[in-house]
Nanobody, 127 residues
């Protein structure tokens, strides 16, 4: 298991940027797939982005492709989500998640596949 602690959420205007960070405990961070999900009030948790254990492969939801960038630093046990050109529909609670699996990351868009979760961070985009 790995414990995840997020930081970096907040309030930003439309078109602005925010960077979310996820710090992981444990010595096996580099073996985990890392994902980001978000949940708006009254809606289901939805996939945002995922990165493979080495950091060499990423996959994005169509709604954020070209605006968000997921990355990781295995030496620092951290994963990040850079969010640019933010829109009001990006508002929600953002969660980082981790799973140890050999699955291709394109198949890891369902939040039920993940068994380690951060506490969630509110991101609010105002117009």
């Amino acid at each position: 298991q790995v414990q995840l602690v997020e930081s970096g959420g907040g309030l930003v205007q439309t078109g602005g940027s925010l960077r979310l960070s996820c710090a992981a405990s444990g010595r096996t961070f580099s073996t985990y797939v890392m994902g980001w999900f978000r949940q708006a009030p009254g809606k289901e948790r939805e996939f945002v982005a995922v990165v493979n254990p080495s950091g060499g492969s990423t996959y994005y939801a169509n709604s954020v492709k070209g605006r968000f960038t997921i990355s990781r630093d295995n030496a620092k046990n951290t994963a990040s989500l850079q969010m640019d050109s933010l829109r009001s529909e990006d508002t929600g609670v953002y969660y980082c998640a981790a799973v140890a699996t050999p699955s291709t990351i394109g198949f890891l868009t369902n939040h039920r596949r993940y068994d380690n979760w951060g506490q969630g961070n509110q991101v609010t985009v105002s117009s």
